[in-house]
């Protein structure tokens, strides 16, 4: 039944019930592609529209997925050690595609000085968001703000809190639009334009972003500062944690730090007759958060770097790191 998992079916109504099971060939699968490689970053593995059955709602976007291919695409080999910078990517494709689109839209505009000066920090960014970029937190604060201000005056949409905006991909694909219809508010006399939208976006987001950077100075702006890393103690007890340190990345670049959750655990493997693999995470090996080694490895998480992990192809294998064996026999 068309549309039939992701709203609740009518039980009364035979129309919603089961007709049976997909066929394994009926999944979305792909097996050794002549591009030469698979790729996936939680986006949805198939096109909607040529899917003849409903597989799911609840994917990612695709801007991490399509870094990743750009990246697999520009070089015909890769090292470990290729794949280990490629997990710390801070290249948000999203902004990419939006700051341009945005900065196209109030060239018509009247701005004001501060507003030309906010600006300049787009001059020579590489669309990364690295701690130090004093760019990342102006791109990220008005993509904000102009979601928010296209999509919060339409009345079903008021609380995003409760009610689901359209995804980035449909806004990014109206702001390409000059003359798209939803620009406009209902809720007002006048007719708001795709540059006014921008514009008023932008004076908000620099409010913002002084607000939390604590500067005026645009130079001084950094992404650390406006949008810090908090590891959260597990049980969400507050102090226990990691709080409020520098961490690149953002929600659609390959390292995907949302501030206060993201790619914990990455790891690396090299496959052959020996493999190698590479991993870390950002806490230690004790489980003590009081103790000395509860954040050894947060510093290299932070710079995206991979300890190699010990690899044993049987209980007798030599490593320099190994202190010694447990063997555990089932009890009788």
Do not use: C
């Amino acid at each position: 039944f068309k549309g039939q998992g992701r709203m609740i079916s009518d039980g009364s109504d035979s129309a919603y019930d089961w007709k049976g099971y997909l066929l394994p060939e009926e999944s979305p699968s792909v097996k050794n592609p002549p591009r030469g490689f698979i790729s996936s970053a939680n986006q949805a593995p198939y096109d909607p529209s040529d899917a003849p059955y409903y597989l799911g709602s609840a994917f990612e976007s695709p801007f991490r997925s399509q870094r990743i291919n750009e990246l697999l695409r520009a070089q015909p080999k890769f090292t470990p050690q290729d794949f280990i910078k490629m997990q710390r990517d801070t290249v948000a494709v999203s902004t990419r595609e939006l700051i341009p689109i945005l900065r196209e839209s109030i060239k018509g505009e009247t701005l004001a000085e501060k507003e030309k000066q906010a600006l300049s920090v787009f001059e020579k960014w590489d669309y990364r968001f690295e701690e130090d970029s004093n760019a990342a937190p102006l791109a990220y604060a008005w993509y904000k703000k102009v979601e928010f201000g296209l999509w919060s005056v339409r009345r079903h949409l008021t609380d995003r809190t409760v009610y689901a905006y359209p995804t980035l991909q449909k806004t990014i694909e109206i702001l390409k639009n000059p003359n798209s219809r939803w620009f406009d508010d209902p809720s007002t006399d006048e007719t708001e334009t795709r540059a006014s939208l921008a514009h008023i976006a932008l004076s908000l987001a620099i409010e913002d972003v002084e607000q939390k950077t604590g500067t005026r100075d645009p130079a001084k702006w950094t992404w650390a500062t406006y949008r810090p890393t908090s590891l959260d103690h597990f049980g969400k007890i507050p102090g226990l944690g990691l709080e409020n340190f520098a961490g690149a990345g953002m929600e659609h670049s390959i390292f995907a730090n949302a501030g206060n959750h993201g790619p914990v655990w990455k790891m690396v493997v090299a496959l052959g007759p020996n493999p190698k693999a590479f991993g870390v995470y950002p806490g230690g090996q004790s489980g003590d958060l009081f103790g000395p080694h509860a954040t050894d490895f947060v510093n290299a998480w932070r710079k995206g770097e991979m300890k190699e992990l010990q690899f044993l192809s049987s209980p007798g294998d030599a490593d320099s790191r190994k202190l010694g064996e447990v063997k555990m026999e089932a009890a009788p």
